[in-house]
């Protein structure tokens, strides 16, 4: 028996076993990506760096829409492998067995949604996705429990959420509200992840894309307690958040306060614009509410119930969404097509006959003018007869068909009958109505209805629908004699300026010259006896304007419009005051339009008695 | 003057300069795993880098005492050394555990493991029993002997508990087959006890451990293949069928060849061999596969299909296998540099343990294959030449020791870088001079020095 050669055994047992650690060496490391990418998986991590949201300043640069941090704790269910309920419910402060509920209710809803495809409600919770735990912790409660969240291996952790503060207790309805996304934008839209706010109405929701900044994403390498221990591959894949521009608005944060400081207690609204750029100065919805009440989710759920069951309809904003006939102010239109359609001249005279349609005493009026101070209501349905019959026609009927058409066509240039689009979300906004022959063919049925028959539409009354903004355009529109830009709230996206569509000049296909004869009309309104709307005049500048009093179906009170600009020549200001089941436009509307004027030229206010009775006012 | 002159000369120093490299990459592995920024000098005796190298300079010191001691010392004394390493082995037994294992000797940070020592007493005093049996006369008694003396240590270890030493205590198994010593005297006793044929030796008791060898392979094959079906020309069969079909083919082969070619004075029992071995075999396989499927409970079922990888639990039983794969996996060719261990270093401590039992992960993480290649490639020159130098002795007692110390070696190496890259199963021991660790150091440095010394005096030993 040759023992010698038993050393080749031992010998082949260590090459062997040599070879073969070394085939399976080279297998993970060099041609097995499976191991590289586990080793991705355990050490480094991908965190996303979510921008402040913008912040939001007036046209005086006062910073209306700011940031406050609170905090939601997340859970990643995966990574809580070892974890002590009892002592985490000792640390927030939960009974232990609300602490297993609050799981397996992360469990059963957060991952649920509507499965656009089958119409069903399915589960894509996910282990490995972190999920808030307990929503909208204060700095000062966050603060107590963050340190000890390293026990729980990167299972628990704190993630800033950002929530609104609004230093001025106004302007709600132009701001909006945030409030948590939803699963199906979380999954239509990578940016969101659950626990964060997303816009829901307002300036909020419609530059959301903008507000919310662009995500910046950082690589790390990190320990076992998910703790970040230096940056992945010295940054190079690391990009940075880019937080939002500044949103500059048009809105005057000061006469916005006074607006709703000068409605309080009444319905209604005010509008401002800016002619000369379309700038929002002011849009004030009473009764309106704190925004504060809607910022974060506590306050959201405290809050919103009550919001939305009140009677007075806070959440509800007026200027775009309520839609009121016109009434008087509607005259102004009247005046200038049938100036442009020739039909009358400046100087043209019809007599006030009661007959036909009502109207108060006052002197014959003997130009367009003075048909406007008086707001003669059978002057102006003499008028527009002959701009809705023009003889071009057999019949009355036919002829008026023709008619309505051609004045339909001036009143779309005047951007009304269809949403002006401001920038706040377009669903939450109405266009109002203004009828064409379709409509009266449809609901009146061919060749059943003449002037005669629609003649109210002459004075603002019947079908004629308008939001008070497109009431405030229609000012801004004659103090620009002739041309309007669609009103905006954002003036400025940064100093890139406002979008591109609120450049634009809508010019309206009425000469220059028949604006003077209306604006004259509009200055007696306020400055000529006999004008209705002599409340609202000041010494300093011209203002002009014209009242509307709206008929408000039998025994409701009417309501009481006024439209005006000042100063006159090279105006500042265009504004509509619309207040609800007041009376007469000059008795409240035009009173609250002088204020505001004087508020936003001045600054200061003159007749203090005015302002007093009108703020203690309760209608 | 004289006698150092000749201990220098004779001193082997490829195996010299291969063992003080491998200290070198141990302190510098140990360093960048538990590298502290705060603290980064290499001789900061609060970090575990500044103990390493404390410990490699006193191992260096006691290997220096031990050239200077003569060989034959070790030879005389090796029954008090075992005896005494015993004592130790019992009475760590009763001090604290650390980590759940009653292993240490000491107080905290300065304990040692007797059980790293007595793996040296053990290869020295079974160097010195081998030594003095006549192979020709073996008996039942020697073959007792030598696996009472293998198993009193083994057993004591498996007290603290310490299942990787105890692992370690079957290498000798190999030794002892390289020495010749059989396991017939058992074998034949249970053999003949039937009667139905004579042997006087037998193929199974000579060859003994390769045997064991081969049927662990066998039954890792058939758990492997147990639950994986194999498709083979559009036929799905189970594994387990797979491999009796193949055996029996074999089986075939060799009954043919056997009959063609087979001595007719020895056909007879050689039948009789191939015909029980094929039966031992096949119920083998089939009843490993039955009692996998069957009878094991589930935990176990568990265990064992994480270990032969038909199952994954990266979170749970596989925790630590799974990360110091990964970190080895994402080493790449290249490595991610020195100190770039994301996965495996200290700091991250995805691994735990990884500065002594999961030391190879952050080496190869680091240094890549290419690395990895080399301390491999540097380990198998180690043991190779342990294994040289041990063929070249002219006395038993040197070589069977120095046979010893090279299987130690593999052994050590084999699991430890086996269970980094999943080919064994977790076990925890240390790997020779790179872990971390001041008793694993020591006793592979006596080892090595011993085996330096007993070299360096071969040729005073006549023959």
Redesign the interface.
């Known amino acids: ?1 040759n ?2 050669n ?2 080749y ?3 082949g ?3 062997f ?2 070879i ?3 085939s ?3 297998y ?3 041609f ?1 990506p ?3 990418r ?7 991590r991908r965190r996303e760096i979510i921008p402040p949201r913008g912040t939001v300043f007036d046209r005086n640069w006062n910073k209306i829409v700011v940031n406050q941090i609170s905090y939601n704790l997340m859970v990643v269910e ?1 990574k809580l ?1 070892t974890f002590d309920t009892a002592s985490f419910a000792k640390l927030i402060g939960w009974e232990k067995s609300e602490v297993r509920e609050r799981l397996l209710e992360i469990k059963q809803n957060e991952g649920y949604y509507l499965n656009p495809a089958t119409g069903k409600r399915e589960s894509n919770f996910r282990k490995d996705r972190p999920y808030p735990l307990i929503k909208d912790l204060s700095l000062e409660e966050i603060t107590q429990i963050a340190p000890f969240l390293g026990d729980y291996g990167g299972g628990i952790y704190e993630e800033p959420v950002g929530t609104r503060y609004y230093p001025y207790p106004n302007a709600a309805n132009i701001f909006g509200y945030m409030s948590e996304v939803n699963q199906e934008e979380i999954e239509k839209d990578p940016f969101y992840r659950p626990g964060m706010n997303i816009g829901r109405s307002g300036i909020e929701r419609s530059y959301e894309a903008v507000l919310r900044g662009i995500k910046g994403v950082r690589y790390i ?5 998910a703790h970040e ?1 230096k940056p ?1 591959a010295d940054k190079k894949f690391d990009t940075l958040a880019t937080p939002s521009p500044n949103l500059i608005l048009g809105l005057d944060i000061n006469l916005q306060a006074y607006g709703e400081e000068l409605m309080k207690n009444k319905k209604g609204c005010i509008v401002a614009i800016e002619p000369r750029s379309g700038e929002i100065l002011t849009m004030v919805s009473s009764p309106g509410y704190d925004p504060n009440l809607l910022s974060g989710r506590k306050n959201i759920r405290k809050n919103y119930p009550a919001l939305v069951s009140d009677p007075n309809l806070p959440l509800f904003a007026r200027p775009l969404q309520a839609e009121y006939p016109p009434g008087s102010i509607f005259k102004l239109l009247q005046s200038l097509i049938c100036l442009q359609e020739g039909k009358i001249r400046p100087n043209s005279v019809f007599s006030c006959n009661k007959t036909v349609v009502g109207c108060h005493n006052h002197p014959t009026a003997t130009s367009v003018a003075k048909a406007i101070q008086y707001s003669c209501n059978p002057y102006f349905y003499a008028a527009v007869r002959k701009v809705i019959q023009p003889n071009l026609a057999n019949t009355k009927e036919q002829d008026a068909e023709i008619g309505l058409e051609n004045w339909y066509t001036y009143m779309t240039a005047f951007g009304l009958g269809k949403k002006l689009n401001v920038d706040i979300d377009f669903s939450a906004q109405r266009g109002g109505l203004i009828p064409n022959a379709h409509y009266y063919n449809r609901y009146l049925g061919k060749g059943n209805w003449s002037f005669s028959t629609i003649c109210s539409i002459a004075i603002g009354q019947g079908e004629i629908k308008m939001t008070p903004l497109q009431m405030a355009n229609i000012a801004a529109m004659i103090a620009n004699r002739g041309w309007f830009i669609t009103p905006h709230f954002v003036k400025s996206i940064g100093n890139k300026g406002p979008r591109a569509v609120y450049l634009k000049k809508h010019v309206v296909p009425i000469n220059q010259q028949h604006f003077n004869v209306v604006i004259e009309g509009m200055r007696r309104v306020v400055y000529e006896p006999g004008g209705t709307g002599s409340e609202a005049r000041s010494a300093d500048y011209v203002v002009c304007g014209k009242t509307g009093t709206v008929q408000n179906g039998k025994n409701k009170k009417n309501h009481s419009v006024f439209i005006a600009f000042a100063p006159k020549d090279n105006p500042k200001i265009a504004l509509a005051v619309f207040v609800e089941n007041a009376g007469a436009g000059g008795v409240w509307a035009a009173p609250i339009a002088g204020l505001m004027i004087e508020k936003y030229l001045k600054k200061s206010i003159v007749n203090l008695e005015k302002e007093q009775l009108i703020k203690n006012t309760k209608l | 003057m004289r006698t150092k002159d000749r201990l220098f000369a004779n001193l082997d120093l490829p195996l010299l300069i291969a063992v003080l490299t491998l200290m070198f990459l141990g302190v510098l592995t140990v360093y960048s795993v538990t590298y502290n920024p705060e603290s980064p000098s290499i001789l900061s005796m609060g970090e575990k880098y500044g103990k390493q190298l404390l410990w490699v300079g006193i191992s260096l010191f006691v290997g220096l005492l031990m050239l200077l001691i003569d060989a034959d010392i070790y030879r005389k004394f090796a029954e008090f050394i075992y005896l005494g390493c015993l004592v130790l082995l019992v009475i760590v037994l009763f001090m604290p555990p650390v980590h759940g294992a009653r292993a240490w000797l000491g107080i905290g940070g300065l304990g040692i493991q007797p059980a790293e020592f007595a793996k040296i007493a053990t290869a020295l005093y079974l160097a010195k029993i081998i030594d003095q049996i006549n192979l020709k006369l073996q008996n039942l008694q020697t073959v007792v002997n030598i696996l009472v003396i293998l198993a009193l240590p083994g057993f004591l270890v498996a007290l603290q508990p310490d299942a990787g030493t105890l692992l370690v205590f079957s290498s000798f198994l ?1 030794v002892m ?4 010593i059989s396991f017939d005297p058992l074998l034949l006793r249970i053999i003949n006890y039937f009667r139905v044929v004579r042997f006087k030796t037998t193929w199974l008791g ?1 060859h003994f451990i ?1 045997f064991l ?1 081969f049927t662990l392979i066998l039954c890792l094959m058939s758990l492997l293949l147990s639950n994986t079906p194999i498709h083979i020309l559009g036929l799905e069969l189970p594994g387990i069928q797979l491999l009796s079909l193949f055996i029996t083919l074999l089986g075939l082969i060799f009954l043919l060849l056997l009959i063609f070619f087979g001595y007719p004075r020895y056909r007879k029992n050689h039948l009789v061999v191939l015909l029980s071995a094929y039966a031992f075999i096949i119920m083998l396989i089939n009843s490993i596969s039955f009692v996998f499927q069957h009878v094991a409970k589930p935990h176990q079922k568990n265990r064992i299909e994480l270990f032969l990888g038909l199952k994954e639990d ?2 749970g039983d596989d925790y630590n296998r ?2 110091a ?9 290249y490595g991610k540099g020195y100190l770039q261990a ?2 495996s270093s200290m ?4 691994v735990p343990e990884s500065e002594t039992d999961f030391i190879f992960c952050p080496f ?1 993480e680091e240094w ?2 290419l690395g ?2 080399l301390l ?2 540097l ?2 020159f180690v ?2 030449r342990i ?1 040289s130098i041990a ?1 070249r002795q002219r006395s038993t007692f040197f070589r069977i020791y120095a ?1 010893c110390v ?2 130690i070696f ?1 052994y050590h190496v ?1 699991i430890n ?2 269970m980094n ?3 064994a199963p977790v076990i925890g021991i240390p790997l020779p001079f790179i872990s971390y660790g001041g008793s694993s150091i020591l006793a592979f440095t006596s080892m090595v020095f011993i085996l330096l010394k007993l070299d360096s005096q071969r040729k005073d030993v006549l023959r």
């Open positions: 028996m023992l010698e038993r050393k055994f031992l010998v047992l260590v090459v076993t040599g073969l650690f070394l399976r060496l080279a993970m490391q060099i097995d499976t191991w590289s586990r080793a991705t998986e355990i050490a480094e995966e492998t390498v990190t320990d076992a307690t221990i992945y | 190999f087959y390289r020495e010749g000579t390769p060898f990266p979170n799974n990360r794969m990964a970190a080895v996996g994402s080493g790449g060719i994301s996965v700091r991250t401590n995805h190869s890549g294959f990895s290649l491999l490639s380990y198998v043991i190779l294994f063929e046979y090279g299987m593999f084999a870088v086996g890259i999943g080919l």
